[in-house]
């Protein structure tokens, strides 16, 4: 039987070994959060128009494209319950803007289809991206900006474009389920039936009382329920089974990896990631860190590209 959240907030719950744990622990202006709340949920930021693509499924992907002048693709690929909004800072880089930048939101989430016939897979998703790039006026040529969930999902999307991807950056990418704070304790805690009828309620209300969430609460309530399960269930799947670490090694292009400063020493897979790439750490910053520090995580992207 699946047991129930208590009382307790959601920091006693799971933050009290997440990334976020160091966040919390950290004194921040309450201002700040409630302006990173409305920056997640305000579109008409968007620099170039929100596009859509049908795929051969009828499901649609939402994305942003911004065609600069390099031959070189960067795509940004979000996390479990994010959107592509917590990557359009990317546009205020004028170094940046030189590529050619997507921006997709994955299936289930942001503006995209959400069916419910979908696995929700990494596997699926990757497919699904795949299928996107191959119909858009992309270079050869495309690096991986991955965070979180993105992760796992740019590896099989790498594995699947072969020798298109020439590097990639991992930003708190999930490799090991040691890792999966946040998804691990969703389907620990409930069953698919219990979490769509009131674990998620409890979720968001929680989350709304604590202001570490404020820039990721709108995109986490607007992927929903089902697919927020069924894609922490397949993320955890991964990261216990599919051995991400080894098959990232096997990918054998440069690699980067991206942890918060604030998150050094928490992930499990951060000794095998040092064991094999470089690892920068952006300073005052955790698991969002493109929000916390996006001029110094930004610098960090542009210097990796300048190789290429």
Same mark, same amino acid.
């Given at each position: 039987?699946?047991?129930?959240?208590?009382?307790?907030?959601?920091?006693?719950?799971?933050?009290?070994?997440?990334? %976020?744990?160091?966040?919390?622990?950290?004194?921040?202006?309450?201002?700040?959060?409630?302006?990173?709340?409305?920056?997640?949920?305000?579109?008409?930021?968007?620099?170039?128009?929100?596009?859509?693509?049908? +795929?051969?499924?009828?499901?649609?992907?939402?994305?942003?494209?911004?065609?600069?002048?390099?031959?070189?693709?960067? +795509? %940004?690929?979000?996390?479990?319950?994010?959107?592509?909004? !917590?990557? +359009?800072? =990317?546009?205020?880089?004028?170094?940046?803007?030189?590529?050619?930048?997507?921006?997709?939101?994955?299936?289930?989430?942001?503006?995209?289809?959400?069916?419910?016939?979908?696995?929700?897979?990494?596997?699926?998703?990757?497919? !699904?991206?795949? $299928?996107?790039?191959?119909?858009?006026?992309?270079?050869?040529?495309?690096?991986?900006?991955?965070?979180? &969930?993105?992760?796992?999902?740019?590896?099989?999307? =790498? @594995?699947?474009?072969?020798?298109?991807?020439?590097?990639?950056?991992?930003?708190?990418?999930? #490799?090991?389920?040691?890792? !999966?704070?946040?998804?691990?304790?969703?389907?620990?805690?409930?069953?698919?039936?219990? /979490?769509?009828?009131?674990?998620?309620?409890?979720?968001?209300?929680? &989350?709304?009382?604590?202001? =570490?969430?404020?820039?990721?609460?709108?995109?986490?309530?607007?992927?929903?329920?089902?697919?927020?399960?069924?894609?922490?269930?397949?993320?955890? /799947?991964?990261?216990?089974?599919? $051995?991400?670490?080894?098959?990232?090694?096997? #990918?054998?292009?440069?690699?980067?990896?991206?942890?918060?400063?604030?998150?050094?020493? +928490?992930?499990?897979?951060?000794? @095998?990631?040092?064991?094999?790439?470089?690892?920068?750490?952006?300073?005052?910053?955790?698991?969002?860190?493109?929000?916390?520090?996006?001029?110094?995580?930004?610098?960090?992207?542009?210097?990796?590209?300048?190789?290429?």
């Amino acid at each position: 039987m699946t047991s129930l959240i208590s009382n307790q907030t959601i920091s006693e719950l799971f933050l009290s070994f997440s990334p %976020f744990k160091k966040l919390l622990s950290e004194e921040k202006n309450f201002n700040d959060y409630q302006q990173l709340r409305l920056n997640a949920l305000d579109i008409s930021n968007y620099p170039s128009e929100e596009k859509q693509y049908t +795929l051969d499924s009828d499901v649609v992907i939402s994305y942003l494209f911004s065609e600069g002048p390099k031959d070189l693709t960067v +795509l %940004f690929l979000h996390g479990l319950g994010s959107s592509k909004s !917590c990557f +359009l800072e =990317a546009f205020n880089f004028e170094e940046l803007k030189s590529y050619k930048l997507l921006l997709p939101d994955l299936i289930g989430h942001g503006h995209s289809s959400t069916p419910k016939d979908f696995s929700y897979s990494m596997q699926e998703q990757a497919t !699904c991206l795949k $299928q996107l790039l191959d119909n858009l006026p992309l270079s050869e040529d495309i690096v991986i900006v991955a965070h979180s &969930m993105g992760g796992p999902i740019g590896i099989y999307l =790498a @594995k699947q474009l072969k020798n298109r991807v020439i590097g990639l950056i991992f930003v708190e990418g999930n #490799l090991d389920v040691r890792d !999966c704070f946040f998804s691990k304790k969703i389907i620990s805690e409930y069953g698919l039936e219990l /979490w769509e009828k009131n674990g998620f309620r409890k979720f968001l209300s929680k &989350m709304e009382e604590d202001p =570490a969430f404020a820039n990721y609460l709108p995109t986490f309530k607007q992927a929903g329920p089902l697919v927020i399960y069924k894609s922490a269930e397949a993320l955890v /799947w991964s990261s216990s089974y599919d $051995q991400l670490i080894y098959q990232l090694v096997e #990918l054998s292009v440069p690699t980067l990896a991206i942890f918060g400063e604030r998150n050094k020493g +928490l992930f499990f897979s951060e000794k @095998k990631l040092l064991e094999y790439f470089p690892v920068v750490y952006i300073p005052e910053a955790s698991h969002n860190m493109m929000h916390e520090n996006s001029a110094k995580f930004y610098d960090v992207i542009i210097d990796f590209l300048a190789q290429f």
